[in-house]
């Protein structure tokens, strides 16, 4: 394995790492700051592999990605946490990876999705570059595992509310001291975002019309979305 790879690294300021990649060893390109249909890509042509950490609409997402496998020949990886991450895989044929950054993981682990050993290889280099550690999965699904999960749980917390079973603050202290989790349902929402929980479980219940997916309405009230 080397870390001698180049990578290129492009990222909105709402993602949660936006600062940390800045500051890597990288080729890094902000696109609030830069316009992607107008750029002329030829100067990144030596990079051996280009990772995706933008936070924007399903459309815009799968309208970037097909964009930029067209300008491509090396493989792309994309932060599909609050994606149909099968969906865009299928319909982009260059994108060979996704990983699960936007929901801060309390272990530091976080889940990703490679499809050949290159993307493999190339991502165990970039985690290194973070500091953190890499879970390999055979599918991203919707959401990866670990962000499905606690959206569900900060969810189940909200309805909670919405019942007026208990305060906030009694409910964190349940979870955390009842079933040991690092942190309560309302503090995790606050560390994660409850924009990024609420376009999770959105994506989740339109795609599988499951009712556990719906989200409550406190939770939009939070994510000034309702």
Not at 84 to 108: C, H, M, Y
Not at 136 to 150: A, E, K, N, S
Request: a negative charge; glycine letters at 6%; proline letters at 6%.
């Amino acid at each position: 394995m080397t870390m001698n790879r180049k990578f290129l690294v492009l990222a909105t300021k709402n993602h949660p790492l936006y600062s940390t990649l800045k500051n890597l060893d990288v080729e890094f390109y902000d696109l609030e700051s830069h316009a992607p249909f107008e750029e002329k890509w030829s100067h990144y042509r030596e990079c051996d592999l280009v990772l995706d950490f933008t936070v924007i609409s399903p459309d815009k997402k799968l309208e970037l990605l097909k964009h930029l496998n067209i300008q491509f020949d090396f493989p792309i990886v994309s932060d599909l946490t609050t994606y149909w991450g099968e969906l865009f895989i299928e319909k982009v044929s260059g994108l060979r990876g996704a990983v699960s950054f936007n929901f801060p993981s309390p272990t530091n682990c976080y889940e990703y999705y490679a499809i050949d050993k290159t993307t493999n290889d190339g991502l165990e280099d970039f985690f290194k570059m973070l500091g953190v550690e890499g879970l390999r999965v055979d599918c991203p699904g919707i959401g990866f595992t670990y962000p499905r999960v606690i959206s569900m749980i900060i969810n189940e917390a909200y309805f909670a509310l919405e019942d007026r079973m208990a305060k906030p603050k009694d409910i964190d202290t349940a979870m955390k001291f009842g079933v040991n989790y690092p942190l309560g349902p309302f503090e995790w929402a606050k560390k994660i975002g409850h924009r990024n929980i609420l376009c999770l479980l959105e994506e989740l219940y339109k795609v599988t019309g499951d009712p556990r997916y719906r989200p409550s309405q406190k939770l939009r009230l939070e994510a000034n979305l309702i």
